[in-house]
């Protein structure tokens, strides 16, 4: 199973970013899809989760700027992203909890991460 995340780049203040994940391999069923963070020299953070039935979670600091949403289809998640600010650049990576076929428990995977950069 592999997490391709994609759609990171250079963006002025204010600007728009959509970031995707498309998870791959044999995957019997895919349970929360989300994205975190990781600022220089700061820790990994939550920035948005997404459950199987469509129950969203976001970090206060992105409420009403940033939208998740799920491919179910598809098995990728997008992060849409408004009203960048400085402090949004990061690195985002996307994390899913997912049933393997053939297997009894769900596996934690993550992407390998894309980078956002907020400046003018």
């Known amino acids: 199973v592999q997490l391709q995340a994609s759609g990171g780049g250079l963006v002025q203040p204010g600007g728009s970013l959509k970031l995707s994940c498309a998870a791959s391999?044999?995957?019997?069923?895919?349970?929360?899809m989300g994205w975190y963070r990781q600022a220089p020299g700061k820790q990994r953070e939550l920035v948005a989760d997404c459950t199987s039935g469509g129950r969203t979670n976001y970090a206060d600091s992105v409420k009403g700027r940033f939208t998740i949403s799920r491919d179910y289809a598809k098995n990728t998640v997008y992060l849409q992203i408004n009203s960048l600010k400085p402090e949004d650049t990061a690195v985002y990576y996307c994390n899913a909890d997912i049933w393997v076929s053939g297997s009894f428990a769900t596996n934690n995977y993550w992407g390998q991460g894309t980078l956002v950069t907020v400046s003018s």
């Open positions: 391999g044999s995957i019997f069923s895919i349970n929360v």
